[in-house]
């Protein structure tokens, strides 16, 4: 039997670009079909009637029609725009982060349904009171699990002795937590409190919810941020390009905060 | 490999290499439109060339406005008759043409030429921001209007001058986002809902 002509989906608008003269190409997460593209046609149109339903950052309900090359948006419904995470800057360019990392880490039509339940429960988390910081955190860990990276913060990578509570290190290359003794072995490798360990060991167990209410010190966020970037950053071969702009914005708020 | 003999004219293949090389133009487009040249009467076709060269050679950008402009300052910078306390900023020259189409706004522009979207890593610094900011500490400025479009890029890029401009002691106005002319409130999605129903007015 031949796949229906039209069908729907839920999904998460995670990229656009620009076709034509009034066109865009879509990159719709998806529950069951995974990431896909599609072109909805006229929406840079002042009246077009799908164009708010279909910008990035929208989880809607969206019909779309088979086509040769790129199948068709045919309609949409918003099922929630996140307005609260849209009038704030800070929260736009988080969610922004995390769509581009689901962009970077997905392929097309690789359906991945526990990775849209993430990619969901993190957005409608940012648009609430919580340590954003964390939230990201959490994401990025579980999202390492979620296609097949997830670091190993048990034992060490390299003599697969349990740990001790001591200042080990972490390894991107080797995917895991190297002890002091195996340090030669990976040259890339850099320091980790045992709080870091603590903590990251810990958001890999508890749900999103707990994670962002736990409290800790700039340092430690910040130790834990670059521990992920460097791991982002061996796994994708490449920064991701809104770490940027995340920075400048923290740049600018400290310069604030001065003032 | 062999030369084979072409099918047409230099000329007319080279004109067709150039304009399949324009947005939205493939080569049957640009096959069509280079024999309609051809056989178009003289007069339009050197109209049509001096228009291109003097596309360049003839433009820069305002050095206040940084809109397209052939004489610096810009005839709306340069217009005395305009209300020099507003600035309103806008994303490209091309929504300087939609607004003053209007004929309801008075006063002065800044074209950013772009708008900030980290996914595509364009940030604040490539973006005309300086240009403005350098502009407003002249202390001549009470209102900017920021008309960036109405997306999430345009909308990061406001809320980011926000907070660069509310500290300047100046008062920072949005266009009003709300329901177009002429549609049906049935196809109108939430975010443009909620924001006609916060800015709604007594008639």
Redesign the interface.
């Known amino acids: 039997m031949s796949r229906p002509r039209n069908y729907q989906t839920e999904a998460i608008i995670i990229?656009k670009t620009k076709l034509?003269?009034a066109d865009r190409i879509l990159t719709l997460y998806t529950p069951h079909l995974g990431k896909i593209q599609a072109v909805a046609k006229g929406v840079r149109r002042?009246?077009s009637?799908m164009?708010?339903?279909l910008?990035?950052?929208t989880h809607s309900l969206v019909s779309l029609a088979r086509g040769r090359n790129l199948d068709t948006v045919t309609g949409s419904q918003?099922i929630?725009?996140f307005?609260p995470l849209?009038?704030?800057?800070a929260l736009?360019?988080y969610a922004?982060?995390t769509?581009?990392l689901v962009?970077q880490f997905t392929a097309d039509h690789d359906e991945n349904h526990p990775l849209f339940g993430l990619l969901l429960k993190t957005m409608h988390q940012l648009c609430q009171e919580a340590n954003h910081e964390l939230t990201l955190r959490y994401f990025e860990l579980h999202l390492f699990d979620l296609v097949g990276y997830r670091p190993q913060l048990r034992q060490c990578v390299a003599c697969h002795k349990p740990l001790k509570p001591v200042t080990n290190l972490f390894s991107p290359g080797a995917g895991g937590v190297l002890c002091p003794g195996c340090q030669q072995s990976q040259p890339l490798a850099h320091p980790l409190s045992v709080d870091a360990l603590k903590v990251l060991r810990w958001l890999q167990n508890v749900d999103l919810s707990t994670a962002s209410r736990l409290k800790i010190t700039p340092a430690l966020s910040h130790e834990l941020e670059l521990v992920m970037r460097g791991y982002l950053r061996h796994l994708l071969e490449r920064e991701v390009?809104?770490t940027?702009?995340?920075d400048?914005?923290r740049e600018?708020a400290r310069t604030?905060a001065l003032? | 490999m062999n030369q084979e003999p072409k099918p047409t004219a230099d000329a007319v293949s080279r004109l067709i290499q150039e304009l399949n090389k324009l947005p939205g133009i493939g080569p049957k487009s640009a096959q069509r439109l280079a024999f309609h040249l051809l056989r178009a009467p003289e007069e339009q076709t050197s109209l049509l060339a001096s228009a291109l060269l003097s596309l360049k050679q003839e433009t820069k950008l305002c050095s206040v406005c940084l809109n397209v402009t052939g004489a610096d300052p810009c005839h709306i910078c340069a217009n005395e008759q305009r209300d020099r306390t507003k600035v309103c900023i806008v994303e490209q020259p091309q929504d300087i043409l939609a607004l003053e189409h209007t004929g309801v706004y008075t006063g002065l522009y800044h074209v950013l030429h772009g708008a900030i979207s980290p996914t595509e890593g364009i940030g604040a610094g490539d973006v005309r921001i300086k240009e403005l900011m350098a502009r407003l500490e002249g202390g001549l400025v009470s209102e900017v209007i920021l008309a960036t479009n109405t997306n999430l890029e345009g909308e990061q890029t406001a809320l980011y001058l926000n907070k660069l401009i509310t500290p300047l002691g100046i008062q920072v106005t949005r266009l009003a986002r709300g329901l177009p002319f002429g549609t049906e409130l049935e196809y109108a999605d939430d975010v443009t809902l909620t924001r006609a129903l916060e800015g709604r007015q007594e008639l």
């Open positions: 990229k034509g003269e002042p009246r009637k164009a708010g339903h910008e990035l950052l918003t929630d725009g307005l849209k009038s704030d800057l736009t360019s922004l982060y769509v581009e962009e390009k809104s940027t702009w995340l400048t914005l600018q604030n003032l």
